[in-house]
């Protein structure tokens, strides 16, 4: 009888075990579809990121990109393909981790999240492009600028960019762009917990200010073009974080009230 006790309390662990593991080989195996497939275009979307310098050097005569190592622009295509596969398959990779976790979860729970769900890769998305089309121009035309023509008794100072160099520094600069503008779900996720509230958050704003500065300080270049372009638009959804913190604090209170006054309509009809 024991035994059978003992059993029965296992096999939810087990049957949970599983559920993760069926989870996680499909998440695997979008991401292994995913990074082929961008292999195979992987020349095109790194031309795609090629752009913005190209257009900035179209003007200078013999410009062009180098590499030093026989494997380097192999390599470079191999993680040019592995970033596509991972933005490509994170729906697929957030829908399986939801799946495994929304059963688990109440109906009011489930509500909650899933805006959060569909705010991250948008948000990240617009991180990404807001550093291609506006920050990626003003900041190579900015490198640029240190080039130098020679005369007589110099040499030119010319740039011959390194692929690999110049996929690193590109994805370094996407990334902190968009985790950056994950910043709203992240509070907003710790104002529904209750951690943060909008007051506190309004208190503490020329902490965040400096924070944010020291975040983009951290993670851009060092050339003023990245840093306050990262950081005035951090600062922004840290405003609109408050903002959001308020009308969910305000909704709580809303619904709190109403299930007060329901409570005492069942107390007097009780009565």
């Known amino acids: 009888m024991a035994e059978d006790t003992e059993e029965d309390s296992k096999m939810p662990l087990l049957d949970h075990l599983v559920e993760l593991r069926s989870r996680l080989i499909w998440a695997f195996a979008g991401f292994i579809v995913c990074f082929f497939v961008a292999f195979y275009f992987a020349e095109h979307i790194f031309a795609f990121l090629v752009r913005p ?7 200078r005569e013999g410009a062009r990109m180098i590499f030093t190592a026989l494997h380097e622009a192999f390599f470079t295509y191999v993680k040019v393909a592995f970033f596509a596969a991972a933005f490509v398959a994170f729906p ?69 960019p390194k692929v690999d160099q110049y996929l690193s520094l590109v994805m370094q600069l996407i990334f902190a762009f968009g985790l950056g503008f994950e910043l709203p779900v992240f509070l907003m996720l710790l104002a529904k917990a209750g951690i943060v509230t909008a ?19 951290v993670l851009t270049p060092p050339d003023v073009i990245s ?30 009230a109403a299930e007060e006054e329901r409570d005492a309509a069942i107390d007097d009809d009780d009565e």
């Open 53 to 59: 310098l190209a257009e900035q050097m179209e003007t």
């Open 92 to 160: 697929l990779i957030a829908s399986q981790i939801w799946l495994f976790v929304a059963p688990g979860l109440y109906r009011n729970e489930k509500h909650a999240f899933a805006p959060f769900l569909i705010a991250t890769p948008v948000l990240f998305f617009m991180g990404g492009a807001l550093v291609y089309y506006f920050i990626f121009p003003l900041a190579w035309e900015f490198f640029l600028n240190f080039q130098t023509p020679g005369g007589e008794g110099l040499l030119p100072i010319q740039v011959e």
């Open 199 to 217: 007051d506190g958050l309004a208190e503490k704003r020329r902490y965040a200010i400096v924070g944010v500065f020291v975040f983009a300080a």
């Open 227 to 256: 840093q306050i372009g990262l950081a005035v638009p951090i600062i922004l959804l840290y405003e609109v974080s408050i903002v959001g913190a308020r009308m969910m604090e305000r909704k709580r209170d809303e619904r709190a």
